[in-house]
């Protein structure tokens, strides 16, 4: 592994307004890298107002991720719970091979990279985010409704027991998109 280098300490009157400049440049950016970004400026400029409000943020950013992570457990907890009272009461026949043979919904990912999304099943909490690397297949046995959250917006759509989807790029290098696969095998987009 190689050193990283230390950001050089930048001081004076001009500091503060370099900071808010270099801030403003992350507005695009995916929210880890922003945050990665956030924490070597307030090394170049730790002794700016700004600096100390970033350090703020980025503190007050983690509060939010604690109490996600919290609220997903109990949400986990929950859905475990609810989960195993109804598979307690399903009749024995339908736990035969019947239950097995019932269609699923597929993902599959065709891409040359990994594929990120969340998916609820109804009644159900948001998944954490799923990553689907390339050539691997995602199957879930109940209607689900998937989101994607990029920089450049929000999916959100419901994909059908049966049915089958894949990611897809239009060309190498591209943010993979999910289509519906048709028995033609034709794409219809689905984003």
Same mark, same amino acid.
């Given at each position: 592994?190689?050193?990283?280098?230390?950001?050089?300490?930048?001081?004076?009157?001009?500091?503060?307004?370099?900071?808010?400049?270099?801030?403003?440049?992350?507005?695009?950016?995916?929210?880890?890298?922003?945050?990665?970004?956030?924490?070597?400026?307030?090394?170049?400029?730790?002794?700016?107002?700004?600096?100390?409000?970033?350090?703020?943020?980025?503190?007050?950013?983690?509060?939010?991720?604690?109490?996600?992570?919290?609220?997903?457990?109990?949400?986990?907890?929950?859905?475990?719970?609810?989960?195993?009272?109804?598979?307690? %009461?399903?009749?024995?026949?339908?736990?035969?091979?019947?239950?097995?043979?019932?269609?699923?919904?597929?993902?599959?990912?065709?891409?040359?990279?990994?594929?990120?999304?969340?998916?609820?099943?109804?009644?159900?909490?948001?998944?954490?985010?799923?990553?689907?690397?390339?050539?691997?297949?995602?199957?879930?046995?109940?209607?689900?409704?998937?989101?994607?959250?990029?920089?450049?917006?929000?999916?959100?759509?419901?994909?059908?027991?049966?049915r089958q989807y894949v990611?897809?790029?239009?060309?190498?290098?591209?943010?993979?998109?999910?289509?519906?696969?048709?028995?033609?095998? %034709?794409?219809?987009?689905?984003?």
């Amino acid at each position: 592994m190689l050193p990283q280098e230390e950001p050089e300490v930048v001081e004076g009157p001009e500091a503060e307004k370099k900071m808010r400049e270099e801030l403003e440049k992350l507005k695009g950016m995916e929210i880890t890298l922003r945050k990665a970004r956030a924490r070597q400026l307030i090394k170049k400029y730790h002794k700016t107002e700004t600096a100390k409000l970033v350090q703020r943020f980025l503190r007050e950013l983690e509060l939010y991720d604690e109490a996600a992570a919290e609220e997903r457990a109990k949400a986990e907890v929950r859905a475990a719970r609810v989960r195993e009272y109804w598979r307690k %009461k399903i009749d024995d026949s339908l736990t035969g091979p019947l239950y097995r043979d019932l269609p699923v919904v597929r993902i599959t990912n065709d891409g040359d990279q990994a594929a990120l999304y969340q998916l609820r099943g109804y009644g159900m909490h948001w998944t954490r985010p799923r990553f689907l690397d390339p050539g691997e297949v995602d199957e879930i046995n109940y209607p689900v409704t998937y989101r994607r959250i990029t920089t450049e917006g929000v999916v959100v759509y419901s994909l059908e027991t049966g049915r089958q989807y894949v990611f897809r790029q239009s060309e190498p290098g591209a943010m993979p998109q999910l289509y519906t696969v048709t028995p033609d095998d %034709k794409q219809d987009s689905s984003q």
